[in-house]
C-alpha cells in the first residue's frame, strides 16, 4: 500500500487491483440458450399445428376434410395419408409429420391420422418438461424407454390368430373400413380385401405379401356395391375398332409388343420433299408393306390378342396398321403404360417383344376368353381363365361419382394393408383406445417404481399423452371425453383388458365383443414412429439455412 497522511491518519491512496476477488472462471458456458429453446418449442409448435388439422378425422365418427389442389381438383376423404400428402408445408418440421404419416402408412397401412395426432400429443408434453427446465437429451431417453415398455404390454395384450381363421380377418378389415366415407359398403370391401390377399399368399407360412400384385382399376359408373374382384387381368383401355376388329376372342395367344407398328422416323429432324406423284405413290407403297409385314409376322406367330405399350417418340399405330390387324381378326389394345408391363406379363404368363425380330410364339401367353364389356358409360377389356396364371388379382372399382370412388380405392388400399400386416404378424388386439389406455396404465405404474426422479416424471408425462388417442375419439363421436376416459381407465384398473370406447352404444365396452379388432401391427408401429419422430425434434436446437 502506499499510504498519506492527512492530519495524522493514515489513509490508503488507492486498492490493489481487484484481481484476488474475482470469481474464477468455471468452463466455457452456452452464451445463446434463449436460441436453443426458440428452436424447440418453434419446431414443436409447428409440428402440433399439423397434429391439430387431423385430429377431428381421428375415428370412425371423425370428420371429412374436402380439400382442393393448386389445379382446381376437389377431394374428400378422411385418410390420414391423404390428407398429410395433400397439405403445403413449409417449415422443416412440420414435414417430418408428414413423413411420419407416410411411414405409417407403409409400414402398416392403417393408423395414419392416429400416428400423427399421437406424435402431437407427446410433444405437448415436451413442452411441459422443458418448461420445467429437465435436458433434451433426458426426454429423448425416458421416452425411448417408455416406447419400450409399450411394446412389451402390446405384446401382451395381443391374441394369436390363423390365417384359415377368415372370421378373424373379416374383422379386422371392417374395423378399418369403419372410419371411411364408405363404411356403409364395409359387407362387401371387406371379404374382398381379405380374398385378393390371400390369393396372393405362396405358402400358409409366408410372411410377406407384395401388394404392387393386386391392381386397382377405377371406373365410373353404378355405384360401389358393384365393385368386383376379377380372376385374371382387368385393362383400364378399350379395343381398337378401327375397320370392325374383333372386341371378343376365345381360345387367345396373347403377345405383347414394345415396338411401333408405324411408319419409321428419322434420328434426325428433316423434311423430304417429292415434287413427282411417281415418288410419292413408291414412298407410300413401301410404308404399306413394311407394316403389312409387320402384321403377317404377328400373324404368323399364332396371336390373336395384341398388347402394344405406348410409345413416347411417335405414334405407337397407324391407321393403316389397325386396319390390317382388323382384317387378320387380332384384337388390339393399345397404349399399354411401360409401369403394367411387369404385372401383365406375371398375370398372363407372357414375355415382352421388343422388336420385330423377337416375335415369337413361346412368348405368347393363353387365356380362355378376352373380351370387351360395358362399365357404365365407359368399356373396359377383361381377361379370364387364364392358362398358366400368376399369383396377380385385378379389382374393379366401381363408384357414382369421382370423390367416391376416388375414396373407396383409398379404403381397399387401407383394408388390404391392415390383412397383409395381419400375414406378416399374426397377433389381433382390441381396438376403441384399448391399448392406448392399457400401456397409458401400465407406464404410470412403472414410472412409480424407477429411483431416477426426472425420469420418472418423463415417462409419467408420456403415459398422460397416450390418452389423446381415446380422448379424440369420444370427443369426435359427441361423447364426453372426460367421464368416457375416467370411465375407461376405471375398467382396466380392474383388470378388464381388451376394454375400449363404443361409439355406436356411446359407452365403454369389450371390443373383442363388439368385434372392434385390428393388428397389432398397427399400434406397434404407431409408438414406435411417433416416438422416433419427437425424440428427432427434440435433438434439433438450431436451423441452418443453406443455398
Known amino acids: 500500500y502506499q499510504r498519506r497522511v492527512h492530519g495524522g491518519i493514515v489513509q490508503p491512496r488507492a486498492q490493489m487491483s481487484n484481481v484476488h476477488n474475482a470469481p474464477r472462471p468455471t468452463g466455457e458456458r452456452f452464451k445463446d440458450k434463449d436460441r436453443q429453446s426458440e428452436v424447440r418449442f418453434s419446431n414443436i409448435g ?20 374436402m380439400i382442393q389442389t393448386a389445379s382446381g381438383e376437389v377431394l374428400i376423404t378422411n385418410d390420414g395419408a391423404t390428407i398429410m400428402k395433400q397439405l403445403q408445408v413449409v417449415h422443416p418440421a412440420a414435414k417430418m409429420l408428414v413423413e411420419l404419416s407416410k411411414a405409417q402408412d407403409i409400414e402398416a397401412g392403417d393408423g395414419t391420422t392416429s400416428v400423427v395426432v399421437l406424435c402431437g400429443s407427446l410433444l405437448h408434453a415436451c413442452q411441459g418438461l422443458l418448461s420445467k427446465g429437465i435436458h433434451p437429451s433426458v426426454i429423448s431417453n425416458s421416452f425411448l424407454k417408455a416406447a419400450a415398455k409399450c411394446e412389451e404390454v402390446l405384446l401382451g395384450m395381443g391374441m394369436p390368430i390363423r390365417l384359415d381363421d377368415r372370421e378373424a380377418l373379416l374383422r379386422a378389415a371392417s374395423t378399418s373400413l369403419n372410419s371411411k366415407v364408405v363404411s356403409q359398403h364395409r359387407d362387401l370391401l371387406g371379404p374382398l380385401a381379405v ?3 390371400m390369393r396372393l399368399l405362396p405358402s400358409p407360412d409366408a410372411t410377406n405379401v407384395d401388394l404392387n400384385d393386386i391392381h386397382l382399376v377405377k371406373r365410373l359408373g353404378g355405384t360401389v356395391d358393384n365393385t368386383e374382384l376379377v380372376d385374371g387381368l382387368v385393362f383400364a383401355q378399350k379395343a381398337s375398332h378401327a375397320a370392325g376388329g374383333p372386341t371378343r376372342v376365345q381360345n387367345a395367344k396373347i403377345g405383347l409388343i414394345q415396338f411401333c407398328i408405324s411408319p419409321p422416323k428419322t434420328n434426325m429432324e428433316g423434311t423430304v420433299t417429292v415434287s413427282d406423284y411417281q415418288q410419292m405413290d413408291r414412298i407410300l407403297k413401301d410404308e404399306r408393306n ?3 409385314d409387320i402384321c403377317q409376322k404377328i400373324k404368323r406367330t399364332g396371336c390373336n390378342v395384341l398388347l402394344i405399350q405406348k410409345s413416347i417418340l411417335r405414334d405407337a399405330t397407324s391407321d393403316l396398321a389397325l386396319h390390317l ?31 420385330v425380330e423377337g416375335l415369337h410364339a413361346s412368348k405368347l401367353g393363353t387365356a380362355g376368353l378376352v373380351e370387351e364389356v360395358s362399365v357404365g358409360e365407359q368399356k373396359v377389356v377383361k381377361v379370364t381363365q387364364v392358362a398358366n396364371p400368376g399369383r396377380t388379382v385385378s379389382v374393379l372399382v366401381r363408384g357414382g361419382n369421382k ?11 387401407d383394408a388390404l394393408c391392415v390383412v397383409r400386416c395381419l400375414v406378416k404378424r399374426r397377433f389381433m388386439i382390441a381396438g376403441g ?3 392406448e389406455i392399457e400401456c397409458s396404465l ?11 426422479g426426472m425420469e420418472s416424471v418423463c415417462i409419467q408425462a408420456f403415459a398422460d399423452a397416450l390418452e389423446i388417442i381415446p380422448y379424440t375419439l369420444a370427443e369426435n363421436a359427441g361423447l364426453k371425453p372426460i367421464e368416457i376416459v375416467t370411465e375407461l381407465r376405471n375398467r382396466h384398473v380392474q383388470g378388464e383388458r381388451n376394454s375400449g370406447i363404443n361409439v355406436r352404444q356411446g359407452g365403454v365396452s369389450d371390443m373383442f365383443a363388439e368385434k372392434v379388432e385390428m393388428p397389432l401391427l398397427v399400434p406397434l408401429s404407431m409408438f414406435s414412429l411417433a416416438a422416433e419422430t419427437v425424440r428427432m425434434i427434440l435433438k434439433i436446437d438450431d436451423i441452418v439455412m443453406t443455398r
Open 195 to 197: 380374398d385378393a390377399v
Open 290 to 292: 413394311y407394316i403389312l
Open 325 to 355: 390387324l382388323a382384317k387378320l381378326k387380332i384384337l388390339v389394345i393399345r397404349d399399354i403404360e411401360r409401369d403394367d408391363i411387369e404385372f401383365i406379363c406375371k398375370t398372363l404368363g407372357c414375355l415382352p417383344m421388343a422388336s
Open 433 to 435: 383406445g384399448a391399448p
Open 442 to 452: 401400465q407406464l404410470s405404474r412403472y414410472s412409480k417404481t424407477l429411483s431416477n
Open 403 to 413: 370423390l367416391v370412388l376416388e375414396e373407396a380405392d383409398r379404403s381397399i388400399h
Open 46 to 65: 409447428a409440428a402440433k399445428a399439423i397434429s391439430d388439422c387431423v385430429r377431428s378425422s381421428l375415428g370412425p365418427k371423425g370428420m371429412d376434410k
